[in-house]
């Protein structure tokens, strides 16, 4: 949970969708069977943005971002759409990940960045996902998914705020990760390496890219948000089709100079957070602490958590009940009630005022009705928190709630100022570039200048095996800071 944002409820099945012909791409000179204009596509691309922005975040780092946004532009201008509201900015996710929105919207992941190893390889990343967006690939997919009656709404629970523990994560983003097909992913590999040469860069850093990202898909961990390897294909031939396309224009006489910039890139990525921050809050076993906040809060024993940037939550093992946390409005927890329970779908019960950990709190039973029919029962409280409004929700199907009662109370009431310095002042990891003097092995190096991750992981940031020897005079990543583990 990060910043005071409400969950955003899209009123995008309303666009109406007309038959706009079938015309000839500039891009890729191909005709495309698209349903929607392409005002509508920059205007689905705007509203989807908006979300991406209020439930992943921006990662916080202006000059940074800045950098991004220049190399994107210029590779943008390169396009056969370079009028287009082009935006390229860095979302605050571990998980490396690249994506595009209809229409020009282009977002890189903190993780992703920690991964590439020049500006170059950058450049090829940002030029495919504007191949994506030159391509109409969405728009595509968007008029097969209306051909298929596939709904844009988001959510299929009638009250936005009680969701179903699967639309916490990616509630409203889910048209975002359309996943693309190999053909859109071979076209804009094309456009990629195109306007990646025109604005001047090496082409030849792309191969790069799909080595990184073949170690990452070797190593994979799940993550939270979808990956780049959910929403595109395994890089296997993408490497192999790169290296013949970069011989044939060898065998052209093409010039593969270019730019690579691993100097620049890597200053401008030195400092940069690695894994997962903790200052958005994190888990000690059952236990969530946020140190920005200044809370805690205890999850029942054996529920499964996760944390998202509008809410905290976790799921009994039996997947039958859920408790989420999110912040509340209003100005005292009474009013933030009156709020909750003036949206039409929920019916309050019982509610009375009783502190919690000292804090001043309103509690209320509550009953719901799902979409499909189905009733909920919960309990909901609403606490003050150093002028901050909580809203912390229990709930499960009506006939289950005598059971899970006690549990939701228990749970409930767990909620507590956060006073333990060392977690109030937790730092992230961070990425740390070090030149070394002399040549070394990747594990001497992790010797000499220790991290605060393990040697494999170091392996995928800096992509040298471990006992790989790595040059005198080498810029090399290490990870610092953190919470011991
Ligand atoms: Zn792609």
Known sequence: MRAKTRFLAASLAALSFTQVGCPVNPATGERQLILISQQQEIAMGQEYKKQVVAQIGLYD???????????????????????LPWSFQVVDDPVVNAFAL????IFVTRGILAHFGSEAELAGVLGHEIGHVTGRHSAEQMSRAQAAQLGLGVGSIFVPEIAAYGDLIGAGVGILFLKFGRDDERQSDDLGLRYMRHAGYDPRAMVGVFDMLGRVSEAAGGGGLPTWLSTHPAPENREARMDETLD?????????????ARDRYLGMIDGV???????????EGQRFLHPDLRFRFDFPAGWRTQNTAQAVAGISEAEDAIIQLRLGSGASPAEAATEFFSQGGVQAGNSWSERVSGLPARWSYFSATTQDGQTLRGLALFVELEDTQFQILGYTPANRMGTYDPVFRGSLGSFGPLTDPAAINVEPRRIDIVQIDRAMTLREFADRYPSTV???????INRYDEDERIPAGAEVKRVVGGRSE
Not at 102 to 105: A, E
Not at 248 to 260: D, Q, Y
Not at 273 to 283: I, L, M, T
């Open 273 to 283: 957070v690695f894994g997962e921050d903790p200052r958005n809050g994190y888990f």
């Open 454 to 460: 393990d040697l494999q992981a170091l392996s995928l």
């Open 102 to 105: 209809p229409g020009g919207p």
């Open 61 to 83: 780092d202006p000059q940074l971002q800045e950098y991004v946004s220049e190399i994107g532009m210029a590779l943008a201008s390169e396009s056969e759409m370079p009028d």
């Open 248 to 260: 044939s224009l060898r065998a052209a006489g093409a010039s593969l100079e270019g730019t690579v």
